[in-house]
Nanobody, 124 residues
Framework: QVQLVESGGGLVQPGESLRLSCAAS????????MGWYRQAPGKERELVAIISSDGRDYYASSVKGRFTISRDNAKNAAYLQMNSLILEDTAVYYCRAYRGSYAYITKTYDYDYWGQGTQVTVSS
């Protein structure tokens, strides 16, 4: 069983930076894919970035070039470095750990865990 806890959110001004952390209980090592998602008011949850179990990373076009996802398997943690923040980045950010087969009906994987979320607010 994996439990995820996000931290590092807060209130920042446009152009500033923020670093989010996702701490996992147990050991994720190189087994799990790790992802960051966000949900803004009135919008559906969307993918921000993913780093796969073998180290490949993917970014949403809206954050590419500004955000960087990373992981430290020894610390059972994933991170999201957010630079040049803009108002549109305001959202609750969620960490996700998943692996295994995908279930289309439920849109989940065999092993699929979410954190509670951390609020990021970008405001001038």
């Amino acid at each position: 069983q994996v439990q995820l806890v996000e931290s590092g959110g807060g209130l920042v001004q446009p152009g500033e930076s923020l670093r989010l952390s996702c701490a996992a209980s147990g050991s994720i090592l190189t087994i799990y894919n790790m992802g960051w998602y966000r949900q803004a008011p009135g919008k559906e949850r969307e993918l921000v970035a993913i780093i796969s179990s073998d180290g490949r990373d993917y970014y949403a076009s809206s954050v590419k070039g500004r955000f960087t996802i990373s992981r430290d398997n020894a610390k059972n943690a994933a991170y999201l470095q957010m630079n040049s923040l803009i108002l549109e980045d305001t959202a609750v950010y969620y960490c996700r750990a998943y692996r295994g087969s995908y279930a289309y009906i439920t849109k989940t994987y065999d092993y699929d865990y979410w954190g509670q979320g951390t609020q990021v607010t970008v405001s001038s």
